[in-house]
Each structure stands twice: as C-alpha cells, then as structure tokens.
C-alpha cells in the first residue's frame, strides 16, 4: 500500500512592480492572501514610466518563487 503526499505550504503574495530601465523592483502594499489580489495591487500601482508587474510567493521554508508576471 502507498500514500500519496500533498505538499502545500502556506505564505503569502507580495506585488512588485520595475520601472524602464531599472534594475530593481518595488513592493506595492500588504501581503495578500490570493495571486490575484497581490497582481490587481500590482497593476493599480503602474504608471505611465512602469514596464513590468509581478507576484511572489514567500513561504516560511523556502525562497520568495514567481507565481505570474506581467509585461507592458
């Protein structure tokens, strides 16, 4: 007999957005609880001089892993 194992950490979703011709990102607001919510943030906080959006996934264990990324 085997089992099968679910691995699903909890975190949470951190929004950034990069300016044209920068190198670093910029955390937009809280943490949110959904991909989508953190992306929605993200967008609302691009300008005219934004190039790209993204979303992070920061668990306690593990590295902060691109969940989508969005590019103008």
């Known amino acids: ?3 099968i194992h679910i691995h699903r950490p909890r975190g ?3 929004g950034q957005v ?3 011709g920068h190198q670093r ?3 937009i607001g809280n943490p949110c ?3 989508k919510g953190a992306m929605a943030k993200a ?3 691009m300008g005219h ?3 790209r959006a993204r979303v992070l996934f920061c668990a306690d264990w593990y590295e902060p892993n ?3 990324e969005l590019s103008v």
Request: proline share 0%; aromatic share 16%.
């Open 43 to 45: 967008i609302k906080a």
């Open 12 to 14: 949470e979703y951190i």
């Open 66 to 68: 691109i969940v989508m």
């Open 25 to 27: 990102w910029e955390t």
């Open 1 to 3: 007999m085997s089992y």
């Open 18 to 20: 990069r300016r044209y």
């Open 33 to 35: 609880k959904t991909a």
């Open 49 to 51: 001089d934004h190039k």
